[in-house]
């Protein structure tokens, strides 16, 4: 599945964010919402929008997707076999991949938790949406980025 829109992070906290509001937007739970709109809805919720708008947990990212797209199970995943056997799954609604590194322009890489919205997988790896602040990409990964990013995947379940 690719997404209608990619969705670009509004700030340097907001990647799962982003990823949220893409999924949302492709299942037309609210077309017209934006992240800010979103963070306002939310503030009272989470105090450390104060100081990271929009920061999620993986854990608030599954609680986000269970409110918004109904998601009845997640699973979170690091083997590239097992990845690909949930997303091949009927019942799966999307996924995201979180890694504690992110490459930088110059192929550098940093540690930081950064979110990834999956939008299709392969047998060699997945396409990818990045939410940067400077405009979102699509990118094709190898499975190998796994390693290289210490990335886990969640897969959403309807």
């Known amino acids: 599945m690719y997404s209608i829109q990619r969705e670009t992070a509004i700030n340097s906290n907001s990647c799962a964010l982003a990823c ?4 949302c937007r492709d299942f037309a739970v609210f077309k017209n919402h934006t992240q800010a709109e ?5 503030q009272k ?3 450390n929008w104060g100081a990271e708008p929009g920061g999620l947990t993986p854990y608030q990212f599954i609680a986000f997707a269970r409110s ?18 949930y997303w091949q799954k009927p ?5 995201v991949f979180i890694s504690q590194r992110q490459p930088t322009p110059d192929n550098q890489t940093i540690s930081i938790q950064h979110c990834w919205r999956i ?9 990818l949406m990045n939410p940067k602040t400077d405009g979102a990409l699509e990118i094709d990964v190898d499975w190998s980025f796994m390693t290289t990013w210490k990335a886990y995947g969640i897969i959403l379940e309807r």
């Open 91 to 95: 019942e799966k609604l999307g996924g």
């Open 68 to 85: 918004y797209l109904e998601t009845k199970a997640h699973v979170i995943v690091q083997d590239p076999v097992w990845l690909w056997k």
């Open 20 to 23: 949220i509001v893409s999924l």
């Open 119 to 127: 939008l299709d997988m392969h047998k060699d790896g997945a396409k």
């Open 45 to 47: 919720d989470h105090p």
């Open 38 to 42: 979103f963070i306002t809805r939310h």
